[in-house]
Structure formats: C-alpha cells, structure tokens
C-alpha cells in the first residue's frame, strides 16, 4: 500500500502513526453550519483511539450547475476523502451535504445545535448474529477459570496467537455476534485495558467476565454499574431461529445507567435500580418491577407488575391490565418510544397497538379517596428514538418505527379499555380511585423528544436525571 493510502493518526502516548483505511471504523458525523464542515469521528481498534476528520465542504462552481447538486458534491468529497469515508455509504453523506444548502436555491437554516449528531455510518458487520446460546450465557461470579477461558478464546479468535483481546475483537464478539450496544464494548475496554489500552489480558477479563451475561445486567461487578449505557439489538436474547428461543433480561441494582433492550425478550425482573432510563421492547410474558425509585421506563409487556417502586415512571404499552402494590407517587402515559424494528415485534407476540390498556390499572394496595398513581399531561410526555448504527437482521430495517398511535390529550383522557381476560378487581376487593385527569395542554405546546444512538455515550448526565421532566427524591 502506497504511503499516500495510510492515515496518520496521535495514540493516547503521544506517538503519530500510520493505519491504513480498513484498520479504521467510521462511528458517526456531524454538521458543522457556519464553519460549512462535516466532522467525522472514527475509531482506531488497533491502538485504541478515537479520532476525527473535519470535511470542508466548498460552495459549488458558478459555471459548472451539476456542481450544485448535493449528490456530485458528496461523491467528490468521498472520493477526496476515501480513506476516511470507505466505511460511509455515499448517499449518506449526500444527507449532510444538503444540510449545508446544497442543491437549494438558498442556504438551508440549521433548526437544531450545529454540532446535532445525525444518523451514524452503518458499522459493517464482521460475524452474523448469533443464533444458538453464546458460551457466555451463564457467565456468573461463580464461572471457574475453563468456562471462563472458553469465552475468552471465542473472542479472541483461535488464529490469534496473542493471548490479550483487541477493541475491535470485542466489537466483532460483543456488538457483531451478541448484539451488545457499541458504548457497552467501549466502556469494557476502558475498564479493564489500562491506561496504555494495549489489551485485555486474561487475567483482566476475568475480573468483568460476570458482565458479560445476556440475560442479567447489572448486580454484577466490579465495578458496580453506575452512570453506564447498556443495549441489547436485535436477537441478543435469540427468538429469530428454532435453535436460540427468546430469552428473559433482568436488571439488578443499577443507578443512574440508561437500558435499551431493542429485540423481543421473554419476560424481565428489574430490581432496585434508581434513576434509570430504561426501555424494552415486547415482552412475552409479563414485566416486574421491585425496590425501585425515580426511574422513567418505557415498555412493551404482556402485563407490568410494580412492587414498592416509588416515583418512577412508565410510557406503556400493557396487553392485559396493569397491577401495582405496594407502591406509590407512580406516573402513567401511553408507549411512545421508535426503533428499528419495533413493528415486527409488536406483532411477534400478537400486540394489538390500539388495544392498550395502559391506563386500566389495579393497585392492590389501593385505598379510598386517593391514588398511587396519576396520568401524566402532555408537557409531560417524552417521545423516545433509539438509532442503531446496523441494519437489523431478519428484516427490521434500519429506520426506527412505532406502531403505536401518538400520545394525544384526548387519548390521556379516554376511558380505559378491558381485556378479554380476568383483573385483580374480579379476585379481591379492594378499593380503587382513579386519578384526577390531565389539564389540558396550550395550543402551541411541543412534545418533548430524545434521540439516544447507539454508538454515542450520552454527554454529561447519564441516566433519568438527564430528561426534561425528570422529578427526582429531594437531595438526589
């Protein structure tokens, strides 16, 4: 390879070296307005480095009209920049070119931050997605050493003589084949590479092999998960082949992370987390959550279960009514989150996304003249997306969807469904008081929205405390 086809980047020590195209992975871009740039952030696996590439985007030629269109600008800019953009699909960067006004009659006015982070490069997947049980499944603190080294070794690779795991080998195991979120990758590196980011060792993989678990995050250690982004894509917890049936996801004792279970999941048991953003997509079966406080939730189940859950909210989507004990200060609205591939699931477990009984809700600790839980009005409603950087196997697509009708006033405001099935007000009686209805919302009110994308840490805070109207415990 020529010396004008390598790339020279500065390591964590200092050092400049040289890396050809396909030793670097394109993770996602932004447009910078007023400077006319598109920046790209790449990351290095070989030496650990995260990087960026600035593109400045010149005005068109007066001369010349086809100048003018996005399109020949972004192939030009590729074809510049090739050794950096080979991981970038052209019509892609065709997207970010018209943000800067090109191929318009007049500049296009940037309606967000400068620096906003748009959809990111596709990652170009290097093993399919696993479709029987990964050796890690039971990965505990109990694991011994054989099973231990086992995983090891599957990461690794066996044609690798070296006995430390590389960044990018985790991504191939971990994002690839598992369909671990590429933050969750990333931050495993981190903690366990030291400060040269030379490798895991063995000796050093040992010590977070707990976490490596699909189906329990969290209560793990070391170190305990705290201000963490964890995901898990589609067919990380099986339910697309005969060989690998869906799979539960428990959460344990988790504070200020965010979790995106983006696939389908047999059933979860969340138990004291605090302060967490946590999203799952439909559940077969039934979603319990205990011991938590100020946690904002969006799920798609069966049915929820709360149990001594306090101040914690839930953007739901329940196919038979909800039932909460022992818990209090809780907030209710309508699902409202998109990712790629949302639709299908709904319909893998037969959810009906206009029969939601979100709002039909039993409290077996309910009590006369007051409830424990209320209706949230519509400043209070949050739209969540969740960008993946892959295009999700199996025929999801890579656009996020929702099959759910908009959160609406008139929607907080109706009265609730019933199932075809029994609910807790046909086995005991206890008193039930609904909540007093939402006010409703100024003309001019605009929902709020987060967009979280896989393949970036949220900047600052981490967890629910980040949201708008989040409403934490005095002193949290």
Not at 63 to 90: C, I, Y
Not at 152 to 161: L, N, P, S, T, Y
Not at 339 to 365: A, Q, R, V
């Amino acid at each position: 390879m020529a010396a004008a086809d390598l790339i020279e980047i500065r390591t964590s020590k200092g050092e400049i070296v040289q890396v050809s195209p396909d030793e670097i992975v394109p993770k996602r871009m932004g447009v910078l307005v007023k400077q006319r740039r598109i920046l790209l952030e790449y990351l290095v696996p070989k030496h650990g480095v995260i990087a960026h590439h600035p593109i400045t985007v010149s005005t068109p030629f007066a001369d010349d009209p086809a100048s003018a269109s996005a399109e020949f600008v972004a192939k030009r800019l590729w074809e510049v920049h090739r050794a950096w953009l080979g991981g970038v699909d052209v019509d892609q960067l065709t997207e970010f070119v018209s943000r800067l006004g090109i191929g318009e009659a007049t500049p296009r006015v940037a309606a967000k931050r400068e620096d906003e982070v748009l959809r990111p490069p596709a990652r170009v997947s290097k093993r399919p997605r696993l479709e029987i049980s990964p050796v890690n499944a039971r990965a505990t603190k109990f694991s011994r050493e054989p099973d231990i080294r086992k995983t090891f070794d599957a990461i690794k690779g066996e044609e690798d003589e070296e006995d430390t795991l590389t960044l990018e080998q985790l991504y191939v195991y971990m994002v690839d084949y598992s369909g671990y979120g590429s933050s969750e990758a990333e931050q495993l590196f981190k903690f366990t590479s030291g400060d040269d980011r030379t490798g895991v060792s063995f000796e050093k993989f040992t010590k977070f092999y707990p976490r490596l678990s699909p189906f329990i995050i969290g209560g793990k250690g070391p170190p305990s998960p705290q201000a963490e982004v964890f995901m898990r894509k589609a067919g990380a917890l099986g339910g697309f082949h005969k060989t690998y049936t869906v799979q539960p996801c428990n959460l344990e004792e988790l504070q200020d992370c965010e979790v995106y279970v983006a696939t389908p999941c047999a059933q979860a048991f969340v138990d004291e987390c605090k302060r967490c953003i946590i999203m799952y997509a439909p559940l077969e079966s039934s979603f319990f959550i205990r011991d938590c406080e100020d946690c904002v939730v969006w799920v798609a189940a069966q049915q929820l279960r709360t149990r001594n859950c306090k101040r914690c909210t839930f953007f739901l989507y329940s196919k038979t009514e909800p039932i909460i004990e022992a818990s209090e200060d809780l907030s209710f609205a309508p699902w409202c989150a998109s990712y790629p591939g949302c639709s299908k699931h709904f319909e893998m477990f037969n959810f009906n996304p206009k029969k939601n009984l979100w709002n039909n809700l039993f409290d077996f600790t309910g009590k006369q003249g007051s409830a424990n839980w209320r209706i949230m009005g519509m400043h209070e409603i949050t739209e969540l997306t969740l960008v993946l950087d892959e295009d999700v196997p199996w025929g999801g697509g890579r656009e996020p969807d929702n099959p759910v009708p908009p959160v609406t006033h008139e929607v907080l405001c109706a009265y609730p469904l019933s199932s075809d099935g029994d609910c807790g007000q046909g086995v005991a009686n206890i008193p039930q008081t609904r909540p007093k209805m939402p006010a409703a919302p100024p003309a001019d009110l605009k929902v709020d929205k987060i967009t979280v994308f896989d393949h970036a840490h949220p900047k600052g805070k981490v967890g629910a405390t980040r949201l708008k109207y989040f409403k934490p415990q005095v002193g949290c």
